[in-house]
């Protein structure tokens, strides 16, 4: 499960916010989560419990934002939705879009204290 990885990162970053801007609490973290990504939301929430035990986050609301796949294709030009990574362009079926959207894991926001 490589969502406590990603978890530990995420409260390593919030630890560098609170060296930098001095705050004592983190009441609301929000994470934008790709779609297409490997991360399951479920999991994430679940592994934020017990990484966030004993840390500025402890105690703090998670919320996650899906961000949906998108991808621009390289013969037609447009920008289209995505259902998965390596789905060709539904408009010209040309194999090779871009994806532009819904890989990431972002710490979109927090409120802190």
Do not use: K
Request: glycine content about 8%.
């Amino acid at each position: 499960m490589h969502e406590i990885s990603l978890m530990e990162s995420v409260i390593a970053l919030i630890e560098d916010q609170r060296r930098v801007q001095d705050f004592s609490r983190v009441r609301t973290i929000r994470l934008q989560v790709g779609a297409l990504g490997h991360a399951e939301p479920a999991a994430l929430h679940f592994c934020f419990s017990a990484v966030a035990h004993g840390t500025i986050a402890e105690g703090a609301t998670l919320e996650i934002d899906m961000v949906p796949g998108q991808g621009r294709c390289p013969a037609c030009g447009e920008l289209v939705a995505l259902d998965d990574r390596f789905a060709p362009c539904p408009g010209c079926a040309n194999p090779h879009v871009r994806m532009t959207a819904g890989d990431e894991l972002r710490l979109a926001e927090l409120e802190v204290e």
